[in-house]
């Protein structure tokens, strides 16, 4: 069976300081992607999507920017954290565009 | 600007009573429809999910209900339980990755 891990589970970081969040996925190869993250009481917004080692698209323009080193390996980064990026920060991963997406248990990132 | 409508923001049901969450949705190359369900803390789990040739589906006390024509669906989550207590997410996609998401509903089942 799939098995997708986060990492930390809660970051406290100051304003300005870099950032790296890091997700992988067990039991599958060549997985579709996702970052999305959770504001307090909101939905889910999807901020980049993977299809591929290398290959990252950016769905809003932010602070942030993805990588995937790996195939089961996607790393979210920030060389400087603002107030605004505190949130809950999901890893999700999917079979193909067009298959179910699963989550992983998230990351709590405080900016403070 | 959302493209899925969920309502209520939140609800209060009596143990052995009905859930009923609501979402609309206006992009009609949307295609398949599922609900998340979130405990506090915790990343969404995959609940049920239901594509346009149905009108209904049917998992064990949960049930999404499909209206093409009107571009809605809901979720009804029978004989609810304490340990249902959770948030609630619709979402929608066309035929490729992009989900859109419901703001959710936080369902509170009083015992």
């Known amino acids: 069976s799939q098995t997708i891990h986060q990492w930390p589970a809660t970051l406290v970081q100051p304003v300005g300081s870099p950032l790296s969040l890091e997700c992988t996925v067990e039991?599958?190869?060549?997985?579709?992607l996702y970052w999305y993250r959770q504001a307090a009481g909101r939905g889910l917004q999807l901020l980049f999507y993977?299809?591929?080692?290398?290959?990252i698209s950016s769905e809003v323009p932010q602070n942030l920017s993805a990588s995937r080193p790996q195939d089961r390996q996607f790393i979210l980064s920030s060389k400087k954290l603002l107030l605004s990026d505190s949130g809950f920060y999901l890893c999700a991963w999917s079979r193909g565009a067009n298959y179910e997406q699963y989550f992983g248990p998230g990351t709590r990132l405080t900016v403070t | 600007q959302q493209q899925v409508k969920q309502s209520p923001q939140s609800l209060i049901v009596q143990k052995g009573g009905i859930s009923i969450i609501n979402c609309a949705y206006e992009?009609?190359?949307?295609?398949?429809f599922p609900w998340y369900q979130q405990f506090p803390g915790k990343g969404p789990a995959l609940l049920i999910a239901i594509r346009p040739d149905v009108s209904e589906k049917k998992e064990g006390r949960f049930t999404i209900s499909f209206n093409k024509s009107a571009k809605q669906f809901s979720l009804h989550i029978m004989d609810s339980q304490p340990g249902d207590s959770a948030t609630y997410f619709c979402a929608a996609r066309p035929n490729d990755y992009k989900l859109s998401f419901g703001a959710g509903t936080t369902v509170t089942v009083r015992a």
């Open positions: 992009n009609t190359a949307f295609d398949y």
């Open positions: 039991g599958t190869s060549n997985p579709n």
């Open positions: 993977s299809v591929g080692i290398g290959q």
